[in-house]
T-cell receptor, first 106, second 115 residues
Framework: GIQVEQSPPDLILQEGANSTLRCNFS?????LQWFHQNPWGQLINLFY???GTKQNGRLSATTVATERYSLLYISSSQTTDSGVYFC????????FGTGTRLTVIP | GAVVSQHPSRVICKSGTSVKIECRSL??????MFWYRQFPKQSLMLMAT?????????EQGVEKDKFLINHASLTLSTLTVTSAHPEDSSFYIC???????????FGPGTRLTVT
């Protein structure tokens, strides 16, 4: 299977700060997605981004498919951004990354 | 749109009994559904992939006779944990992908506790 590494594994931010999360894949992937898992366990779709750049409010994502990585940018972080961020990808099934646990403190 | 539900959200059962978890796509037809389990503070582990009307494909190390998956319709997949044991306690999450969609949408998860 495809190995998906995410960095950093843990991140603590002051409210209002910006951050960049990274996702590296061991092989070419399609169906690349970013998710946020809230404290109740629900996975929330952030971006479907097999290539290029997308923005949604304070969040944006960039995937460089040829170099097998994707970045998630969070600007002006809020306490509600806390949780675990996963990237996933794969030809048919989705292989989950190791996750980045984000804690935003007021 | 793209809502996936799971039922039950939480279940406690005794060792040796079987538990069925339902996963429904509420507003789209799901040609493919996925089942994951997640241990505390860990990533999701894909257990199996099911396509409507065909047998599920299980990942290596997942016992197909223990985790029975049925994808009988385009909106419903079920996972039955048979003869449950305490080590089966976990958070089980389903997801669904539609005919014309590439994105995958997740249910809210089911927390299973086997006593």
């Amino acid at each position: 299977g495809i190995q998906v590494e995410q960095s950093p594994p843990d991140l603590i931010l002051q409210e209002g700060a910006n951050s960049t999360l990274r996702c590296n894949f061991s092989d070419s992937v399609n169906n690349l997605q970013w998710f946020h898992q809230n404290p109740w366990g629900q996975l929330i779709n952030l971006f479907y981004i097999p290539s290029g750049t997308k923005q949604n409010g304070r969040l944006s994502a960039t995937t460089v498919a040829t170099e097998r990585y994707s970045l998630l940018y969070i600007s002006s972080s809020q306490t509600t951004d806390s949780g675990v961020y996963f990237c996933t990808g794969g030809a048919n099934n989705l292989f989950f990354g190791t996750g980045t646990r984000l804690t935003v403190i007021p | 749109g793209a809502v996936v539900s799971q039922h039950p959200s939480r279940v406690i059962c005794k060792s040796g009994t079987s538990v069925k978890i339902e996963c429904r796509s509420l507003d789209f037809q799901a040609t493919t559904m996925f089942w994951y389990r997640q241990f505390p503070k860990q990533s999701l582990m894909l257990m199996a992939t099911s396509n409507e009307g065909s047998k599920a494909t299980y990942e290596q190390g997942v016992e197909k006779d223990k985790f029975l998956i049925n994808h009988a319709s385009l909106t419903l997949s079920t996972l039955t944990v048979t003869s449950a044991h305490p080590e089966d306690s976990s958070f089980y999450i389903c997801s669904a992908r539609g005919i014309s969609r590439y994105e995958q949408y997740f249910g809210p998860g089911t927390r299973l506790t086997v006593t």
